[in-house]
Nanobody, 124 residues
Framework: QVQLVESGGGLVQPGGSLRLSCAAS????????MGWFRQAPGKEREFVAA????????EYTDSVKARFTISKDNDKKTVLLQMNNLKPEDTAVYYC?????????????????WGQGTQVTVSS
């Protein structure tokens, strides 16, 4: 089993920044990727970003490209999501995701473990 602990959500004004962190523990030796999804009220959970652990390559959903950056700390098995120029439409609960090998990181059904979720609210 894999356990994920998230931190870093909160309330920020439009144009502001937040950084989310997710630390993985347990059976992480075969990690294929880690990433983030988000879910706004009344909407489905959607893919935000992912990082392929061994190669360091990344994927983003179009709406966050050039604003969000996903990175990792190898020693701590931690993935970070730096969110800049936040917009009200970014408001959601953000969930960390852990993957063993999967063909498509954008599909929630491929996620092996989820974090508990952290609220991000962008409002003036």
């Amino acid at each position: 089993q894999v356990q994920l602990v998230e931190s870093g959500g909160g309330l920020v004004q439009p144009g502001g920044s937040l950084r989310l962190s997710c630390a993985a523990s347990g059976r992480t030796a075969s990690a294929y990727a880690m990433g983030w999804f988000r879910q706004a009220p009344g909407k489905e959970r959607e893919f935000v970003a992912a990082l392929y652990w061994n190669f360091g390559t990344t994927e983003y959903t179009d709406s966050v490209k050039a604003r969000f950056t996903i990175s990792k700390d190898n020693d701590k098995k931690t993935v970070l999501l730096q969110m800049n120029n936040l917009k009200p439409e970014d408001t959601a609960v953000y969930y960390c995701a852990f993957y063993y090998y999967v063909r498509d990181v954008r599909i929630p059904q491929g996620v092996a473990a989820w974090g508990q979720g952290t609220q991000v609210t962008v409002s003036s």
